[in-house]
Every structure is written in C-alpha cells, then in structure tokens.
C-alpha cells in the first residue's frame, strides 16, 4: 500500500490530485467567496462555498456525457476564500472588484474563473472586475435567477442582494432566464430596455424553450459572464436557498441553458453559482450545486463538442 492511500482526497473542488490542482497546470480555478450581509428571508449563504467544496469530493469525475473524467483533463485550482469585508456591502463589491479583475489579468491566469458565493450581491463585484479585465472584449451578462434583482436599492442598499442585476447591467447588457418574482419599480425600470431581456418563469419552463435560440443570438461570438442563482432552480430539486420561489427550470433545463451559452459563446472566462444556504442534514442540494459547477467547467472547456 502506498503512503498516499492512508489519506483523504486533496481538500479542494473534486477532491483533485494535486499536479492536476495546482495553480501552473489547471486551466480553471475556483474562487469561494462566503460572504452574506443583506440577506432579507433565509439566512446561510456564508456556508454556501464550504458545502459545495464538500459536496465535490463526493462526485464521479466520469461524466457520461463526455465519456471521460473531464477534470482530469484541464485541472481545476482551488484558491482560498476571500476575506470578507464586513464595512460595508458596497466595500466588499468593491474588494471582490479588485480580486476578480487582478486573477483574470495576471500572468499566468485562469482561462476560466469559477466563483463560489456567498450571497448574490457578489456578483456585481464579479461583473465589475470582469468588465474591467475585458475592456478591450466587451462582456454580457447571462442571469439564471428566481428573483429579477433591479432594484435601485433595498433596505437602504444599492449592493443588497435584491439588487445585484441592477448593478451588473451598469456594465454589461444582461439576459436573464426563470424570472418569477418581481416588483412594480422593477418591472417599470424594465420596460422597453434594450440592454436587458427577461425570461419569465413560464417561458422559461416552456418545453419548446424558444427562448434558447435568442440566447444563443445573445452570446454570439461574445465573452460571457454567468451568473447562477440557486433559486432560479424548482424548490423541489433545490431547496436550500434563502428566497425559494415555486415554478423554477428543472436541473435539465439548467444544462440545456448552459450547453446553450458554452456551445454559441466565444470564451466563458468567469462564472458564478451562489445564494446555497445549505440545511443540516439535507445533502442533496449541495451535491446539486456541486455537479452543476463540474458540468459549467466541462462544458465551457468542450464547448465544440456540443
């Protein structure tokens, strides 16, 4: 028996041997950033990096649907988790500005960063260091969200959580898929935008799904920031979440946007998936969270396979 067989799996996203994991040889990095301040229902999101990481050390590397062990192949990074800064939210969005911007120009880099959340106020932080480090390669926005997010501001702050896509849509045209709550200032703010498209929830659970082809329209040839709340998903397949709406896309909905976006983009060089708040004893949402960043990294690095 070696020496390495007495001990777990590497702490990190899969559970990756270490020459795959390290920051020379992996083509994608992951960034937990557990941070939760504005939450306004369910609290828990801070622990939401934590159990996704956890969770990953329990999935299959095999992916049948590439017929191989795709991680194996482009190497996932781990990075720590950013400190929180507990000022203000809008001191955070700005710190996750700087980290974001300052990994995606450093050299050597990530071809693609995937990001842990944490709330979804962290997102503006990511588009806004995204923008900055793309400038010369404008960015759009893809938004899978239960919530429309485009308040002005919430509880008297325009970086809560109920307003991330507001913030976001400062810097990147936006389209935004599983729509199902949403209010009357949002709604005006809304109408006749141009740089914004929502998806409702009954369209988007349209079998059809017509919407896919505009998606596709949308991301054309571009570079592609998405951003994954975990509500968007139906409550029945995710309920660890702090604002859980009724009506949300299925998991193979969720592939079919993803595929969608990867197939048609030009590059997905940063992404991220928050707002798990995860249950004690309730396993399954965090595997959920798991695969799902697995198969946005496989699918983002095979995109010509789809």
């Known amino acids: 028996m070696t020496e390495r067989a007495y001990y777990q799996n590497p702490w990190n996203f ?43 050390r329990q999935v299959e590397l095999y992916d049948t649907e590439f017929e191989c062990e795709p991680a194996m192949e482009y190497g996932i990074c781990t990075l720590p988790p950013i400190d929180p800064v507990h000022r203000s939210p809008e001191a955070m969005v700005q710190s996750i500005e700087e980290v974001v911007a300052n990994i995606l120009l450093d050299k050597p880099g990530p071809e693609v960063l995937g990001i842990l959340g944490g709330e979804h106020s962290i997102s503006a932080g990511v588009a806004r260091g995204a923008a900055r480090a793309l400038k010369a390669r404008p960015l759009m926005t893809v938004h899978v969200d239960a919530h429309a997010d485009m308040r002005a501001e919430y509880e008297g702050s325009p970086y809560s959580h109920a307003c991330a896509a507001r913030r976001i849509v400062e810097v990147s045209p936006i389209f935004q898929v599983g729509i199902r709550n949403i209010s009357a200032e949002e709604a005006a703010f809304l109408k006749g935008r141009k740089d914004v498209r929502t998806v409702f929830g009954n369209e988007a659970n349209d079998p059809k799904a017509p919407y896919l082809k505009d998606l596709a329209d949308f991301v054309k040839d571009k570079n592609v920031y998405l951003t994954i709340d975990l509500d968007g998903l139906d409550p029945s397949i995710m309920p660890a979440v702090g604002t859980p709406e009724p009506g949300g896309i299925s998991w193979e909905r969720m592939l079919e946007i993803v595929r969608t976006v990867c197939a048609n983009a030009a590059a997905v060089p940063v992404f991220d998936v928050v707002e798990l708040a995860p249950v004690p004893g309730l396993r399954a949402p ?11 990294f496989s699918y983002i690095f095979n995109s010509r396979q789809l």
Request: aromatic share 10%; charged share 20%.
């Open 286 to 296: 965090d595997f959920l969270a798991a695969k799902l960043v697995y198969k946005m």
């Open 14 to 56: 899969l559970g990756l041997p270490e020459d795959i994991a390290n920051a020379a040889r992996a083509r994608g990095w992951v960034l937990p950033i557990p941070y939760e301040a504005t939450t306004s229902y369910g609290a828990g999101t801070r622990e939401g990096p934590a159990a996704i990481l956890a969770a990953s």
